[in-house]
């Protein structure tokens, strides 16, 4: 059973910092891309940010020169440091990666089951 698990999540003042974690486990053969989505009450989920499984990074305009995204091949982990968080920073926000697994033919989009982070002003 291939999963996402967050962590990190929670409640932070403006201008506050919070770091999300996502581990990858089951049985996986490689990962390629993994990211930070997230959804806001009312709103359409939204890329926050990407890495690819060669390190190349991708941010919203929203979220550059505050989030920090980063990944731990050995551990099947990605990360985001989020810093100078606003309130509208406000949302769940879900891990996606996209994993190659037994009995498949190719790529297979996964997301976690969501964290919610609250920027309070």
């Known amino acids: 059973q291939v999963q996402l698990v967050e962590s990190g999540g929670g409640l932070v003042q403006a201008g506050g910092s919070l770091r999300l974690s996502c581990a990858a486990s089951?049985?996986?053969?490689?990962?390629?891309?993994m990211g930070w989505y997230r959804q806001a009450p009312g709103k359409r989920r939204e890329l926050v940010a990407l890495?690819?499984?060669?390190?190349?990074?991708n941010y919203a305009d929203s979220v550059k020169g505050r989030f920090s995204i980063s990944r731990d091949n050995a551990k099947n982990t990605v990360y985001v440091q989020m810093n100078s968080l606003k309130p509208e920073d406000t949302a769940v926000y879900y891990c996606?990666?996209?994993?190659?697994?037994?009995?498949?033919?190719?790529?297979?989009?996964?997301w976690g089951q969501g964290t919610q982070v609250t920027v309070s002003s």
């Open positions: 089951g049985s996986i053969l490689s990962i390629n891309a």
């Open positions: 890495i690819t499984s060669g390190g190349s990074t």
């Open positions: 996606h990666a996209s994993l190659w697994v037994p009995r498949t033919t190719g790529w297979t989009d996964y």
